[in-house]
């Protein structure tokens, strides 16, 4: 009993002594700082973090404005039809022009030729819809070009860091731990964040791309109608 009191005596306070110091190792240690840890990329991080910020400008700048115009009204089309059918172009053509998309943009373009021949005001919406279309691929070149261009900037930082490697080797005329992990660091931050940054631009790139395709079909779909309701009536 005696022999498990002094066992007692000197483990307990040893186990403190380590608490206190590992509490005081933890208290010694800084948060990784991110901006701080970019930086360490090298000098290909700056225009590549350009990119990110102007990826997102597009990518927020299309978003807003595929909302707007690709709405769509399912009442658009049945209001102008019973216009059309009532005898009254100029109120069809005012309630396709209010709808301020691109949906009542081509519905207006083919109303104001209403007594021509068919294949003027078939013509002149398709010609309205390849505008349309236009306006919303405005812009996507950018995003395809950024989603080439990240990766290739991340690799040249990457061979930086490669030159940082055999430079400091070739200084310090050893191979140690600190000789290379300056530029291991620099090859990793770089090359990751020029991925990561391709892959945002790709990504959205592709996804606005089917947004079109999509909204294309629609349209050709709202303008057989309207075909259809200066035709039969119907």
Known sequence: MMNLMLLLQDTIPAAVQDTSAAAATGAKEEPIRFFEMLMNGGIMVIPILLLLFFTLYVIIERAIYYNKVTKHNEALINDIRFQLSSGKIEAAQM??????????????SGITLIGRPLSEIEGMMEKQTNVE??????????????????????????????????????????????????????????????L??????????????????NFSLRLQRQAIQFINAITTGK
């Open 95 to 108: 309630t396709a022009s209010k709808a301020n998309t691109a949906e009542g943009n081509i519905l207006e």
């Open 196 to 213: 990561v940054v391709g892959v945002i631009a790709y990504s959205a790139y592709h996804y606005f791309n089917v947004v079109i395709d």
């Open 133 to 194: 279309i236009g306006m919303m691929e405005k812009k996507l070149g950018w995003l395809g070009l950024v989603a080439g261009t990240a990766p290739i900037l991340g690799f040249i930082g990457t061979i930086g860091g490669v030159i940082v490697i055999f430079h400091t080797i070739s200084v310090e005329g050893e191979i140690t731990i600190d000789t290379i992990s300056k530029g291991l660091y620099q090859k990793m931050i770089s090359s990751g964040l020029g």
